[in-house]
């Protein structure tokens, strides 16, 4: 019922890190991350589910790493190898129904979203 809240966007050079954290309602049982570029659909880039189990997009995948602390209601999104391509607005998005997907019609809520730029 309340939407989630990302922050930790910034800028960062190709190869660096950066780690986004969102706060979510205690009731989700599937959070996920998406991102979209200018002129692009967004994209699906990986989501988590209540018991912890994960998925990835193969675009991200061995790169980024979701985790969800169910204590502190928050999801992150460990970025690391950051490429120029990565330069996207971030959002977090959230249900209430088991099953995770990587299908932006299939979550209820979203964050505002924050922006992550890579330079080379």
């Known amino acids: 019922q309340v939407p989630p809240v990302e922050s930790g966007g910034g800028s960062v050079q190709s190869g660096g890190s950066l780690r986004l954290s969102c706060s979510v309602s205690?009731?989700?049982?599937?959070m996920a991350w998406f991102r979209q570029a200018p002129g692009l659909e967004r994209e699906g880039i990986a989501q988590?589910?209540?018991?912890?189990?994960?998925t990835y997009a193969a675009s991200v995948k061995g790169r980024f790493t979701i985790s969800y602390d169910n204590n502190k209601n928050t999801v992150y999104l460990q970025m690391s190898s950051l490429k120029p391509d990565d330069t996207a607005t971030y959002y977090c998005?959230?249900?209430?129904?088991?099953?995770?997907?990587?299908?932006?019609?299939?979550?209820?809520?979203w964050g505002q979203g924050t922006q992550v730029s890579v330079s080379s």
């Open positions: 205690i009731y989700m049982r599937c």
């Open positions: 988590i589910d209540i018991d912890g189990r994960a």
């Open positions: 998005a959230t249900r209430t129904d088991f099953g995770c997907s990587g299908s932006s019609g299939d979550y209820k809520f």
